[in-house]
Nanobody, 122 residues
């Protein structure tokens, strides 16, 4: 029942940085597990980063060392700081939250928000 709203996307050149925000609108705070996903045209939606209990972090191999996920429970917001962006990072980015102790795959998530577009030029 939590509505997730993504923002912060934009267009940057290779090597640039962006910080995405995912704010939860509900009567309750963020759920135990929050994740960022992305999907490029013609490609499958994939996991990017996840955070559990506001501490444990998970990253796809393709973004390790470049992306950082963090959470601010007082603001009900999860952030994704992206550095050293590459053209292959170009995609629509989505966030989702759930009550489980494992990092879900995209196929296990039933609904998505509008997402925020990230475009990285070469």
């Amino acid at each position: 029942q939590v509505e997730m709203v993504e923002s912060g996307g934009g267009s940057v050149q290779t090597g640039g940085s962006l910080t995405l925000s995912c704010k939860a609108y509900a009567r309750t705070s963020l759920r135990d597990f929050v994740g960022w996903f992305r999907q490029a045209p013609g490609k499958e939606r994939e996991r990017v980063a996840g955070i559990y209990s506001s501490r444990d972090q998970y990253y796809a191999d393709s973004v390790k060392g470049r992306f950082t996920i963090s959470q601010d429970n007082e603001k009900s917001t999860v952030y994704l700081k992206m550095n050293s962006l590459k053209p292959e990072d170009t995609a629509m980015y989505y966030c989702a939250a759930w009550y489980t102790t494992r990092w879900l795959t995209p196929s296990e998530i039933g609904s998505w928000g509008q997402g925020t577009q990230v475009t990285v030029s070469s």
